[in-house]
């Protein structure tokens, strides 16, 4: 627990200053953290025999950050196109190379599954940020990915009771989701008080607003922990790494926030 709360004063400045920063340095922090999460994710499914490119999940995953920042959609489709055809001749190779391959089809569909995935999530986390009154809307989001889910943790642990899925994640309980779901709302509900007073502005990022974005934050994105808790399980272990002391790994720490920009994008550009 020590372990886990020093890297989390450590970290947590760094990462609120990019936020506020922006640009480019916080396009960089994006694609740090996927692209490490992509390293986490290939090394992972090596433990169940497999070998998904990490290139071609590298290339996936900046292809989707590349074209929030400069393409606006207008890439995609042909990088998609081109990077699904490179990505078909790796595997005719391999297959050529080494006959004894069992599974080079899945292979394939992980490269691609596995660096659309965060890519999509990366590219959300930026369009979040690039929205109007954006650095508003990060700075609450974020914190009620980050303050609901310590909440689910001691909640689960002091009163978790029921399981949710015990075959997706054990440790995963009613009582905790519930207390996320509700610390989630009250955290963007503060966070709606407290930044319009901050900016000394009217913003959209109201208490209203904010408790709003809490809740389906909270219900929704711990999906995103779910996604990575079955890799974990299927391929047998209990961090997808361990880069970070207390913590696991990047994986483990950007499951939820994967959804997170794509939410908070959703909501906001839809909704509001």
């Known amino acids: 627990m020590k372990t886990r709360i020093i890297s989390a004063a450590v970290l ?16 960089l922090l994006i694609g740090v953290a996927t ?28 292809l989707w ?3 929030a920042l400069w393409g606006n959609g207008q890439w995609l489709a042909p990088g998609m196109a081109g990077l699904t055809l490179l990505t078909e001749g ?24 596995g660096g659309t995935y965060l890519g999509i999530g990366g590219a959300y986390l930026w369009r979040m940020r690039a929205l109007p009154e954006g650095l508003w809307w990060t700075l ?12 689910a943790y001691f909640v689960g642990r002091r009163w978790g ?34 930044w319009p007073t901050v900016a000394r502005q009217p913003l959209q990022v109201t208490p209203a607003t904010g408790a709003l974005l809490g809740l389906v934050i909270a219900a929704l994105t711990t999906a995103g922990d779910f996604f990575v808790s079955v890799i974990k399980r299927e391929v047998g272990v209990k961090d ?18 994967l959804w997170t920009g794509v939410v908070t994008w959703a909501l906001v550009t839809l909704l509001l």
Do not use: C
């Open 65 to 67: 950050l590349a074209d």
């Open 12 to 27: 947590l400045p760094a990462v609120l200053v990019l936020i506020i920063i922006g640009d480019w340095p916080y396009a």
């Open 90 to 113: 790796w595997i005719l190779y391999r297959r050529h190379r080494h006959p004894d391959i069992a599974a080079p089809t899945a292979e394939w569909a992980l490269t691609l599954a």
């Open 140 to 151: 609450t989001a974020l914190p009620i990915v980050w303050v609901s889910e310590s909440a």
């Open 240 to 257: 997808s790494g361990t880069l970070i002391p207390g913590h696991g790994g990047i994986f483990d720490r950007i499951d939820s926030l």
């Open 161 to 194: 009771r029921h399981k949710m899925s015990p075959t997706i994640s054990p440790g995963k309980s009613w009582e905790g989701y519930s207390g996320e779901v509700i610390s989630g709302t009250l955290t963007g509900l503060f966070l709606g008080w407290l």
């Open 35 to 62: 692209l490490l999460a992509g390293f986490e994710y290939t090394r992972m499914l090596q433990r169940k025999g497999y070998n998904p490119a990490w290139g071609g999940v590298v290339a996936f995953d900046l």
